[in-house]
């Protein structure tokens, strides 16, 4: 029969379980916030480089860059920051808390006292990758609007760029794009996003788990926190080289707010090469690979060490 002792048992295992996971969601929004505060002004100048249109170039990084220093912090670098800031943290949340659940489903684990596991990974980084895109894409589809609307003068100086409309703020915009193109209009480029989001989530989480992992074991000399961050930044590289040109592609979808210009992923590819040729694709790449490897250090280094805090704390109550 059913005893009392075992009932007890398991409420006990199941209200720790979720303890657990509420901690995974927790250690993901902080984490999540700290890496955006960290790689906003690098993820802004990649935005401005892959939305720049033919005849409308910057020169190189360092005329992007001076170009949007002239703007000032708020108005430049800086630009539709508090959107992601504050909003990220329940997209890394979802992100980082779907993927540590999905892996306790599937009976896996992550850590060092045993190698991680391909599949269970792959599965449960992609899972995760689907999950947060729900909150995601209206937070990047004003995030990248934003960004994109920094001036950017031509040849002949004068300012072009893809939105005719100038939003003074996150709360602008999306009052805008809400009253003219409904809900819809804060999910467009949902399908590229997806495309993009999936492969770079899988991928981010094994290179990630397997260096951390095996530097762990072979490299036990180096500090703990060293090796995850190099690990994290070596995962946001590898993940975003993956997924570049699909980026590129999200960007100038997103930033055509009022759908002038690309009817969507495909015709925005078709468009862009034709117009530019296939090394439009990797543009803004240094700017991608910098900023990858700052968010994505900082972010996972953050993540790993909430989640050992929380369990010291845990085994002291």
């Known amino acids: 029969m059913f005893s009392k002792v075992t009932g007890n048992r398991l409420l006990g295992e199941r209200a720790m379980m979720g303890r657990e996971m509420m901690l995974d969601y927790l250690a993901g929004a902080l984490s999540g916030s700290a890496g955006v505060l960290f790689g906003h002004p690098l993820d802004t100048v990649k935005c401005q480089l892959q939305v720049q249109l033919a005849g409308n170039q910057y020169r190189s990084l360092r005329d992007c860059c001076l170009t949007i220093h002239k703007q000032g ?12 800031l504050f909003s990220y943290g329940l997209v890394n949340s979802v992100f980082f808390g779907t993927y540590a659940s999905t892996l306790k489903v599937l009976g896996s684990h992550t850590g060092h006292s045993k190698a991680p596991e391909f599949l269970p990974i792959l599965v449960a980084g992609s899972v995760g990758g689907v999950a947060q895109l729900s909150v995601s894409v209206p937070i990047e589809v004003i995030k990248v609007v934003l960004q994109s609307q920094i001036p950017h003068p031509d040849k002949q100086h004068k300012v072009s ?13 999306a009052l805008d794009i809400i009253r003219s193109q409904g809900v819809r209009g ?10 993009r989001d999936v492969p770079a989530s899988a991928s981010y989480f094994l290179v990630f788990e397997y260096c951390s992992y095996y530097s762990h074991k072979h490299l036990s000399f180096l500090n703990s926190q060293l090796i995850d961050f190099v690990s994290g930044g070596l995962a946001g590289v590898l993940s975003w080289t993956l997924i570049t040109p699909l980026d590129v592609l999200k960007s100038r979808v997103q930033a055509d707010v009022k759908g002038n210009m690309y009817s969507g992923l495909w015709d925005c590819a078709g468009k862009s090469i034709k117009q530019e040729g296939i090394r439009v694709l990797f543009r803004g790449y240094s700017a991608v690979a910098t900023r990858a490897f700052l968010v994505n250090s900082v972010t996972l280094l953050v993540y790993v060490e909430l989640l050992k805090a929380f369990k010291v704390n845990e085994s002291i109550m």
């Open 186 to 195: 804060m999910y467009r480029g949902t399908i590229t996003q997806m495309y």
């Open 161 to 173: 760029g893809i939105n005719r409309d100038y939003y003074k703020g996150p709360r602008e915009g």
């Open 73 to 84: 912090l708020a108005r430049g670098f800086f630009r539709g920051l508090s959107w992601p």
